[in-house]
């Protein structure tokens, strides 16, 4: 009978303890979500910010080496329309299609930063 009692308590232990573990994981993996969404946030951030200094208030045309350092900044975000939106916005050949792939370009980056 005191084997049986204590074989159904080490169980019980055993599937809290169990359940514990499952819920820390649970916890551990939304704040590594939460850590990768706040880095991708910033990388969107950081390359917006460039994008208008660099591009939207330039008074001429952009110098090669900004162009490269957003080209790299894109690229570091990750995020596949993000850097199809910016190919877009690089490939136009007129100021009408700049400005349509701006607007674009700024609507996609919005749009992919989380909360």
Not at 15 to 36: A, C, G, N, P, R
Not at 63 to 76: I, Q, S, T
Not at 95 to 104: L, S
Request: charged fraction near 30%.
């Amino acid at each position: 009978m005191i084997k049986k009692i204590s074989a159904t308590l080490a169980f019980i232990i055993i599937v809290l303890l169990s359940l514990e573990l499952w819920i820390y994981h649970q916890k551990v993996l939304i704040k590594e979500d939460t850590i990768m969404a706040f880095q991708r946030n910033e990388k969107i951030l950081n390359f917006t910010r460039m994008f208008i200094d660099k591009v939207l208030r330039a008074e001429g045309e952009v110098p090669f080496e900004d162009r490269l350092l957003l080209e790299n900044a894109v690229r570091d975000i990750g995020n596949q329309e993000i850097l199809t939106q910016w190919q877009e916005f690089t490939d136009v050949e007129t100021e009408a299609q700049a400005q349509a792939e701006v607007k674009d370009l700024l609507e996609v980056l919005i749009k992919r930063i989380q909360f």
